[in-house]
């Protein structure tokens, strides 16, 4: 099987800014959604800045195991780590918006057990999930999203 395509770089960016935009636009009516079978739902967390300290949101993928979320900690499938992750190390309590309302919650990186666990989960959603992890340099995070 041929490795899958990526779109480029920028239209990922543009497309992640439209979606924000979105929201923002819509008063949060509009962006959000639940996850349903085969498919990830969607997230609008809100990290404070490592150094700045400023509230910075991002709309994530995510999947529900019980009372927890889960998302992944990969930046368009690029090398670098993500912004927000690397925001959500320094100061893991956050909040989430949600379709059904806001969440507190606080971020820890999963165990390589449930890693794998929750991995298993999104590959239920995206047939090339190894294929992609597999264009990073190192494992791609799995955060879990336990309530507070």
Same mark, same amino acid.
């Given at each position: 099987?041929?490795?899958?395509?990526?779109?480029?770089?920028?239209?990922?960016?543009l497309?992640?800014?439209?979606?924000?935009?979105?929201?923002?636009?819509?008063?949060?009516?509009?962006?959000?959604?639940? +996850?349903? /079978?085969? &498919?990830?739902?969607?997230?609008?967390?809100?990290?404070?800045? =490592?150094?700045?300290?400023?509230? %910075?949101? !991002?709309?994530l993928?995510?999947?529900?195991?019980?009372?927890?979320?889960?998302?992944?900690?990969?930046?368009?499938?690029?090398?670098?780590?993500?912004?927000?992750?690397?925001?959500?190390?320094?100061?893991?309590?956050?909040?989430?918006?949600?379709?059904?309302? +806001?969440? /507190?919650? &606080?971020?820890?990186?999963?165990?390589?057990?449930?890693?794998? =666990?929750?991995?298993?989960?999104? %590959?239920? !959603?995206?047939?090339?999930?190894?294929?992609?992890?597999?264009?990073?340099?190192?494992?791609t995070?799995?955060?879990?999203?336990?309530?507070?």
């Open positions: 099987m041929a490795e899958p395509r990526l779109p480029p770089r920028w239209f990922i960016r497309a992640w800014q439209v979606h924000r935009r979105l929201y923002r636009w819509s008063g949060g009516r509009l962006g959000l959604r639940t +996850p349903g /079978e085969g &498919r990830y739902g969607l997230m609008r967390l809100t990290t404070l800045g =490592r150094r700045s300290g400023t509230p %910075r949101p !991002v709309i993928a995510y999947l529900e195991d019980g009372p927890l979320l889960h998302t992944l900690a990969m930046n368009g499938w690029d090398a670098p780590e993500p912004a927000w992750w690397l925001n959500l190390r320094a100061a893991p309590d956050v909040s989430v918006d949600l379709p059904g309302g +806001p969440r /507190e919650v &606080r971020a820890p990186e999963a165990s390589p057990e449930e890693r794998e =666990r929750l991995w298993e989960q999104w %590959r239920h !959603v995206d047939r090339h999930l190894d294929a992609y992890a597999a264009r990073r340099p190192g494992p995070a799995v955060v879990i999203l336990e309530p507070r």
